[in-house]
């Protein structure tokens, strides 16, 4: 008696379960690339290419973010160090959409703050969904003087 109750209460367990699944599995939605992409660095003095830069105080939509939080779904050419993130230029970063504000610095620069809306530009809706087409940045930064 105690086994056919046992198994009638796993069957009902069961058969309760699987009426809330679906037969094609959890619907996922896919990044193909970051969402902010810095695709230039130049100097404002001569246009000569500056190849790595240093990213700080990171807001999206004026929330602070920290350096970790950025790269935990997609990044490219990015390093993490202490609470900066080091783009080795192109480099990208980010999925979450909005209005980022960033500073940037570099060896021998003047640091820059830039306030850019990063969105995806393509879309695909539907079960899977995804998101591509970067928000590209390029800037100058001015030289310090000797």
């Known amino acids: ?28 939605h896919s990044y193909d690339e970051p969402v902010l992409e810095i695709t230039s660095a130049i100097s404002a003095e001569d246009d000569s290419p500056i190849e790595e830069v240093v990213i700080s105080e990171v807001t999206i939509d004026s929330v602070l973010f920290s350096v970790q939080d950025l790269t935990l779904e997609f990044s490219e050419n990015i390093i993490v160090k202490d609470s900066v993130l080091i783009c080795s230029i192109p480099c990208g970063f980010g999925t979450n959409e909005g209005i980022y504000e960033l500073t940037f610095s570099a060896q021998g620069y003047f640091d820059l703050t830039i306030s850019t809306l990063a969105e995806y530009d393509n879309k695909k809706g539907g079960c899977p969904s995804s998101s591509s087409g970067s928000h590209h940045l390029g800037f100058s930064l001015y030289p310090k003087p000797n």
Do not use: A, H, Q, Y
């Open 1 to 28: 008696m105690k086994v056919v109750l046992r198994t009638l209460i796993f069957s009902v367990i069961v058969t309760s379960c699987s009426i809330f699944e679906s037969d094609n599995g959890p619907c996922i």
